[in-house]
C-alpha cells in the first residue's frame, strides 16, 4: 500500500491535498495547508475501504474541511491531529460504525497552534497541550522532523516540547526542510 508520511501539500485547487482511495494505507506526520475538496481526504472509490489510519497530521482547511472521511470507510482511525479550520467549522468528521476519531485537537485560530501559520511556520506553540485525550497510536513512531514521539504522541506533525531555532516550511519534499535542533 501506499503510505505518505511527512510531506507539505499546499492548496489543491481541483482536488484535495492527500486523498486515499483505497485500503490498508497509514497517513502520518503531513503538514497540509487547503484543498478544493479537503486537506486529507479518504474516498470510498471502491466499495471496501478498510483499514485505514490517518494519524499524527497538521491541517489547515481553508475552502474544503481540514479532514473528510467517506461514510464507506470502515474499521478504520483519524487519531492525534492538530487542524484548524478557517470557516469556524469542525475540522474533524465524527465517530462512526466504522471510524474511531480520538486525541484529534482542534485550534481555535491558526496562532493558537501555530507560531505563524500564515508565513509557513508551522512550529507549535510553546507551552499548549495538544493530546487532551492521550492516545496512545502504534503508528506515531517519530514526528514529521524524525524526532521520537513518546508513548502517548503529542497531536499534529511536529513534537511542541522541542525548540527549533529556525523551521522554515516550503512546497518541497520533507527532505529538503532544516529540522536541526
Same mark, same amino acid.
Given at each position: ?6 510531506? +507539505? ?41 478498510? %483499514?485505514?489510519?490517518?494519524?499524527? !497530521? ?6 474544503? $474541511? ?13 487519531? %492525534? ?9 469542525? $475540522? ?11 486525541? !484529534? ?12 501559520? %500564515? ?14 485525550? /492521550?492516545?496512545?497510536?502504534?503508528? +506515531? ?11 502517548? $504522541?503529542?497531536?499534529?506533525? +511536529?513534537? $511542541? ?8 516550511? /516550503? ?11
Amino acid at each position: 500500500s501506499v503510505v505518505p508520511s511527512g510531506r +507539505l501539500g499546499k492548496l489543491s485547487r481541483n482536488n484535495d491535498s492527500i486523498e486515499v482511495g483505497g485500503p490498508n494505507v497509514t497517513v502520518t506526520n503531513n503538514i497540509v495547508v487547503g484543498g478544493a475538496d479537503g486537506g486529507i481526504y479518504v474516498n470510498a472509490y471502491w466499495s471496501s475501504v478498510h %483499514d485505514v489510519v490517518v494519524a499524527g !497530521n497538521s491541517v489547515i482547511g481553508e475552502v474544503a $474541511p481540514a479532514f473528510r472521511m467517506a461514510r464507506e470507510v470502515t474499521a478504520s482511525r483519524l487519531i %492525534d491531529n492538530l487542524a484548524w479550520q478557517q470557516d469556524g467549522a469542525t $475540522p474533524f468528521p465524527d465517530s462512526g460504525a466504522g471510524l474511531d476519531v480520538a486525541g !484529534n485537537y482542534a485550534c481555535k485560530n491558526a496562532e493558537h497552534c501555530w507560531v505563524d501559520g %500564515d508565513s509557513w511556520q508551522f512550529l507549535p506553540s510553546q507551552g499548549r497541550d495538544f493530546s487532551p485525550e /492521550g492516545v496512545a497510536e502504534p503508528t +506515531l513512531v517519530t514526528d514529521f522532523c524524525g524526532v521520537e514521539r513518546g508513548q502517548i $504522541p503529542t497531536s499534529g506533525a +511536529l513534537e $511542541p516540547s522541542l525548540v527549533f531555532t529556525t523551521l522554515t516550511l /516550503g512546497i518541497a519534499p520533507k527532505s529538503t526542510f532544516n529540522c536541526e535542533k
